[in-house]
């Protein structure tokens, strides 16, 4: 069984569990003054999702039942899949390699969350500025003309749009 | 109607209304031209700035760059075989070819004639028929509107991916939206005390999270690299290439404004349906996809007129035809306007406008898409290491520019690292917006019918329209199930054929 195709099921069901209690507390007919409580529509979407993750789960279940077999026939044939058994070790070490240049990705939403934070601090401008400088090497650009555009671009955009034409009130 | 179109028109010619069309044609150029920018990422990025904007003109805009993307998207698709938007793929298939053999800019020309030649056919049809649909839709009650909100729901099985995802975005967003004061009672729901949450979960965080952060973060994480774009002469009036795809324009602009009207079928069904009628009805259809001008003219002319024709149920009946016009259905709804059947009568002036606005924006794609192509292809070659930076920021300070709340910024994140998450499994994130916008009106009016039939529930059954939108519904959702089933059986039928 591969756990990874369970994971998002799984964390429906938790969340389907987490938000059972809150449901229920939510008044029913009888106790307001409208002919349908405010708790029906949400319980019956609460029904539904258990319903359609039950779905999933059993989707899951068949399907990985069915690429088992597949795998086990292949297997039993000497099929190519044994072949390319030879090569995995070789394949995950480039994986790996490529899996740590791809981890950009969390560092762009740290880098968002310390720019909401700084925004709040220092202001919005100082923190575009540092924002964008910081993002855009992290991006992978190395050109200082392009970095400097950045920078210019976005605090530009940002004063020139959201301040000066529309009046938001930024921090 | 004549009237109030020419109103609408004398709105357009407005300098500054002018000035948002244009700006809106040379925005939904750039964003369909490049890869990884799709006409709903422009439409979410620009969510917030809208907010302050006239309605009006807020509406032009976005409407505009909608029409002025599904355009732009043939430009990688004939370049690069990279369609810039899902609706071009089809574009590929004749028009990479056609580069390959030296002619880029006689595709580029057939793409942008029978974009502008079907976007005008469906922004014709969205006149002409949203004014009828929605006199027709005046009739609705409670239970027609919840019906019709069941028939909203049913887009999901369109969004491609797995049904199942659809559904449960669908129910998750349905779900989500039932977060707040609950408008019926005042009885606070899933609030825990927070006056940030009784305020309900807002569109924008949700809308900008699912889309533009993930698609950032999904980008970063990427290795792909983009080809430079090299230069290409555009030559759009050709009466030889005109002669010989008349016909293909003709039928495929008709094709796409009835496939495009239809909920949840979009522009990207139409291109492929009008791709292969155009196959059947051609004489030598052994010539497409190695470069046939019929073949780039019938999917452009056909998603053009579609995302026009998905505008009509958008309009006349307040439910989406794709996923972008549930982004702009979104945009109505902060804006405090509710599109339906009333919305013809309430606020005419602003929908003709828009109307307007659409017909000149297929003449300007006709006009600046050659000295686009011309001059941005410099642009074009952006890298995303300097775009994504300033996507961020905009979506940051538009989503706290909306209701001044750090809140909705820390939801937007949120949003965003649970849209990432789900793409990798090909959710279709447009499900959870699609219940998100449609829960309130959905349960509002599930609620008042049922309060009309004092709890029986056959009175979704005893109408005669709410039962035909359910059974519509119900006929869309058990074909999306049974043909895959059907399929599977086939396989599996024939499999055991060759095993014996």
Not at chain 1, 79 to 101: D, F, M, Q, T, Y
Not at chain 2, 326 to 340: C, D
Request: net charge positive; aromatic share 10%; charged share 10%.
């Amino acid at each position: 069984m591969s756990y990874r195709n369970y994971v998002f099921p799984s964390a429906l069901l938790i969340f389907l569990l987490a938000s059972f209690y809150p449901t229920m507390q939510l008044p029913g007919a009888g106790e307001v003054s409208t002919f349908i409580g405010p708790r029906l529509w949400p319980f019956t979407l609460w029904v539904i999702l258990v319903v359609l993750v039950i779905t999933l789960f059993s989707i899951t279940r068949s399907r990985e039942k069915r690429e088992n077999a597949n795998n086990e026939e292949r297997f039993n044939q000497g099929s190519p899949c044994n072949k390319r058994g030879a090569n995995v070790s070789i394949l995950s070490a480039h994986e790996i390699s490529h899996a740590l240049a791809r981890s950009k990705h969390w560092v762009i939403l740290v880098l968002a969350v310390l720019y909401t934070v700084l925004m709040q601090l220092v202001g919005f401008l100082i923190a575009t500025g540092v924002f964008s400088l910081v993002c855009t090497m992290v991006l992978g650009t190395r050109h200082k003309g392009a970095i400097l555009a950045t920078v210019l671009i976005a605090m530009g955009l940002i004063q020139g749009v959201f301040v000066t034409l529309l009046n938001i009130p930024l921090p | 109607m004549i009237e109030n179109f020419l109103g609408g028109v004398a709105v357009v010619f407005q300098p500054v209304n002018l000035l948002i069309l244009m700006s809106a044609v040379f925005i939904g150029f750039i964003g369909g031209a490049l890869p990884g920018i799709s006409g709903v990422i422009l439409v979410v990025i620009l969510l917030p700035v809208t907010y302050g904007m006239d309605a009006t003109a807020a509406f032009m805009l976005l409407t505009a760059i909608y029409g002025s993307t599904v355009f732009s998207g043939l430009i990688t698709a004939i370049l690069y075989r990279a369609p810039g938007t899902p609706e071009a793929v089809m574009t590929s298939f004749d028009g990479y070819p056609m580069t390959q053999q030296g002619e880029a800019g006689k595709a580029l020309g057939i793409g942008i004639l029978s974009s502008a030649i079907g976007g005008l056919v469906g922004t014709v049809a969205l006149i002409v028929f949203t004014p009828l649909l929605a006199s027709v839709a005046l009739q609705f009650s409670s239970p027609e509107y919840f019906a019709l909100a069941v028939l909203g729901l049913t887009v999901v099985a369109s969004l491609g991916g797995k049904l199942i995802y659809g559904l449960i975005g669908a129910a998750l967003g349905l779900f989500i939206a039932t977060v707040g004061i609950d408008p019926l009672t005042g009885t606070p729901r899933y609030t825990f005390g927070s006056l940030n949450l009784a305020e309900g979960v807002g569109l924008i965080p949700v809308i900008v999270g699912l889309f533009a952060i993930s698609e950032v973060m999904k980008r970063a994480s990427g290795t792909e690299t983009q080809q430079p774009l090299t230069k290409v002469k555009v030559k759009i009036f050709d009466s030889a290439i005109m002669r010989k795809i008349a016909l293909t324009l003709s039928r495929s602009s008709l094709l796409g404004v009835a496939i495009g009207i239809l909920p949840g079928i979009g522009a990207s069904t139409a291109a492929m349906v009008s791709y292969s009628e155009a196959v059947r009805w051609s004489k030598h259809p052994q010539d497409f996809g190695k470069g046939a001008p019929e073949g780039i003219a019938a999917p452009e002319a056909a998603n053009n007129a579609a995302a026009m024709g998905a505008l009509v149920p958008l309009f006349a009946l307040g439910i989406p035809g794709s996923g972008t016009t549930a982004i702009i259905l979104g945009a109505f709804i902060m804006h405090g306007l509710q599109p339906g059947p009333n919305f013809m009568m309430v606020s005419s002036d602003l929908i003709y406008a828009v109307f307007a606005g659409l017909f000149i924006v297929n003449f300007m794609i006709l006009v600046f898409s050659k000295p686009f192509i011309k001059l941005f292809t410099k642009l074009l070659n952006t890298p995303y290491s300097v775009l994504g930076p300033i996507i961020v920021m905009c979506c940051i300070v538009g989503t706290y520019s909306v209701r001044n709340s750090m809140f909705d910024v820390w939801l937007m994140l949120g949003f965003g690292v649970l849209g990432f998450l789900l793409e990798k499994l090909r959710f279709p994130l447009v499900a959870i917006i699609l219940g998100l916008v449609l829960g309130p009106i959905a349960e509002s009016e599930l609620r008042r019918s049922l309060a009309m039939s004092q709890g029986d529930m056959t009175i979704f059954l005893s109408r005669p329209i709410s039962a035909t939108l359910i059974g519509v519904a119900i006929a869309l959702l058990s074909v999306s199930i049974l043909i895959p089933l059907y399929k599977k059986y086939k396989e599996k039928r024939l499999y055991s054929a060759n095993a014996d």
